[in-house]
């Protein structure tokens, strides 16, 4: 078992999409890709070098890769199991101790749920919540991430985005993403239902998270709706 006891800090990459093809990772037919991802495949494994690099900086950190089982195409391979595989297919970039501060978080279907659910996964890995976050991603989701931490009450000293890069279709992809933005301002949680049925249509296998019984204290946050900002206790500001 590793030794996650002293670990204090989560470097977490969001997922996007499934690899399938390890030798062909530069070319999107390596890649389970929806149509308006085309030219990003190559992309993704930029977001997956810069965490192991974050990573291999602070040994105190563990390294979350999250993303569920979001494509029917690909069967029970998710986007985090993926993203974990990139890592070990080039030998963690010259790293290889950071694979045993990485693991797998393999529920999220949006960027809240990866926010939430890697705080629950270092929780589960550690036995404590971490003191500091770092997200990384696409360099347009700043905002939108920034929005998830205050949703969640994670002090914002505290909190890190890095946009690595940005997609193939940037115009497209902020046009897109101003109108989730705004969604989310309204609707903190998710739990509309344009947004809930996005996070269904990423679910075709149905799979259900374990957090109500590996993070008790969150309970509360986990079951949250809004749209009024969370207001009970939080581990990480006690």
């Known amino acids: 078992m590793p030794d996650w006891d002293s670990l204090e800090s989560l470097i977490l990459v969001a997922g996007h999409a499934v690899p399938y093809r390890m030798d062909h990772l530069h ?18 494994r930029e977001h997956v070098e810069r ?32 993203y974990w595989l990139i890592a070990d297919y080039h030998g963690w970039y010259g790293a290889p101790e950071v694979a045993r501060r990485a693991t797998t978080e393999e529920f999220s279907l949006d960027s809240l749920h990866n926010l939430l659910y890697g705080l ?22 700043h905002e939108r991430f920034r929005l998830h931490a205050e949703a969640l009450r994670f002090p914002t000293g505290r909190f890190h985005y890095i946009g690595v890069n940005e997609p193939a279709g940037l115009d497209a992809a ?59 206790p939080s581990p990480w500001l006690e």
């Open 51 to 82: 965490a192991v690099r974050e990573a291999a900086n602070d040994p105190a950190s563990l390294l979350v890769f999250s993303g569920g089982q979001t494509d029917e195409r690909a069967g029970p391979r998710g986007e985090a199991q993926g």
């Open 174 to 232: 902020r046009h897109f993403e101003a109108l989730r933005t705004a969604d989310f301002r309204s609707d903190p949680y998710g739990a509309s239902a344009a947004l809930a049925s996005k996070r269904a249509a990423r679910n075709p296998f149905r799979r259900q998270h374990g957090y109500l019984a590996s993070c008790p204290e969150l309970a509360a946050l986990l079951l949250h709706t809004g749209p009024e900002l969370y207001a009970g």
């Open 120 to 141: 629950c996964r270092f929780r589960e890995c550690t036995g404590r919540y971490p003191h500091q976050v770092t997200a990384i991603g696409w360099g347009f989701k």
């Open 27 to 44: 070319h999107d037919r390596g890649w389970f890709l929806k149509d308006f991802q085309s030219g990003d495949g190559p992309l993704y």
